[in-house]
């Protein structure tokens, strides 16, 4: 199964500041097969990305993919107060599905 | 809109069986699929498996083969996953999400469902 390594763990930023948060694969993603999910506690994942670049409906732009193969990143180009949460990366390309470990965006 | 509504807390003993309903409205139910996620307390997100609204035709992950049973229900839109022999490790918060085909992303989340494993 493809094993997803998201770095760092957490990321201490102040709102107005650019996060970016990485995913790395063990091996390729088949057809960029990632989506990136944010959660916020007490609630369920919410889809931002898929095709490693595609925003979800919705989402807003300042969110932003990029990558391919084994290598892809989440950009938030300006935090703001609401985008203080958990995010996961995943890859869909290969079964079984599989999940990075999160990389929590907290307030500096 | 579409909404997953999911069935209540359970609280079960080890060895037992829990179903999770996952009801859904807001779409045309056998047009996708709904895959099922689980997250145990504090920890990530982990896929168990897939079933089509359309044909019941089902992919899971090999961990969870043999130990669990997802259906679907058309005439109410209604998706289930039973997951037997329940250990306390399988204490998490089950959720279910729509997901066209067995792979590809999930773009729908039901509000979760938590099972607790406990004697």
């Known amino acids: 199964e493809i094993v997803l390594t998201q770095s760092p763990d957490t990321l201490f930023l102040s709102p107005g500041e650019r996060a970016t948060l990485s995913c790395r694969a063990s091996?390729?993603?088949?057809?960029?097969?990632l989506a990136w999910y944010q959660q916020k506690p007490g609630q369920a994942p919410r889809l931002l990305m898929y095709g490693a670049t595609r925003g979800a409906t919705g989402i807003p732009d300042r969110f932003s993919g990029s990558g391919s193969g084994t290598d892809f990143t989440l950009t938030i180009t300006r935090l703001e107060p609401e985008d203080f949460a958990v995010y996961y990366c995943?890859?869909?390309?290969?079964?079984?599905?599989?999940f990075g470990g999160g990389t929590k965006v907290e307030i500096k | 809109q579409v909404q997953l509504v999911q069935s209540g807390a359970e609280v079960k003993k080890p060895g037992a069986s829990v179903k999770v309903t996952c009801k859904a409205s807001g779409y045309t139910f056998t047009s996708y699929g709904i895959t099922w996620v689980r997250q145990a307390p504090g920890q990530g997100l982990e896929w168990m498996g897939w079933i089509s609204g359309y044909n019941g035709k089902t992919n899971f992950a090999q961990k969870f083969q043999g130990r669990v049973s997802v259906t679907t229900e058309t005439s109410t839109n209604t998706a289930y996953m039973e997951l037997r022999s329940l250990r306390s490790d399988d204490t998490a918060v089950y959720y279910c999400?729509?997901?066209?085909?067995?792979?590809?992303?999930?773009?729908?989340w039901g509000q979760g469902t938590l099972v607790t494993v406990s004697s």
């Open positions: 999400a729509r997901q066209t085909i067995p792979r590809d992303y999930a773009d729908y």
């Open positions: 995943q890859q869909y390309g290969s079964s079984p599905l599989t």
């Open positions: 091996q390729t993603v088949s057809d960029n097969c």
